[in-house]
Nanobody, 126 residues
């Protein structure tokens, strides 16, 4: 059964850090590009980072560039999102998503992904 499970969300103060994890179950993880998205209340789903199947290519939204780092461990079937210097505007539900691909590519739009996790809440507040 194809499943993505996010974890690691929580409450953090501005300037703090969190590391989100995305566990992949039931599929050949190394054949899939992974994206991280977020959705704040009243807003659309925003693509913030993606990583190619091999991990050789990553891409970031301008809003998180230099603060967030995406990585993956294909042996453990895990993807991580290290988030540093968090800001109040980073408050959102964070989702990971997967799309099968044979190339060293990843995708930045939500509509390009086939599988989604249930999300994990990140709240940045004093």
């Amino acid at each position: 059964q194809f499943q993505l499970v996010e974890s690691g969300g929580g409450l953090v103060q501005p300037g703090g850090s969190l590391r989100l994890s995305c566990a992949a179950l039931g599929f050949s993880f190394g054949d899939y590009a992974i994206g991280w998205f977020r959705q704040a209340p009243g807003k659309g789903r925003e693509g913030i980072a993606c990583i190619s199947p091999s991990g050789g290519l990553t891409s970031y939204a301008d809003s998180v560039k230099g603060r967030f780092t995406i990585s993956r461990d294909n042996v453990k079937s895990m993807v991580y999102l290290q988030m540093n210097n968090l800001k109040s505007e980073d408050t959102a539900v964070y989702y990971c998503a997967a799309r099968g691909t044979s190339g060293n590519v990843c995708y930045v739009r939500a509509g390009e992904y086939d599988y989604w996790g249930q999300g994990t809440q990140v709240t940045v507040t004093v």
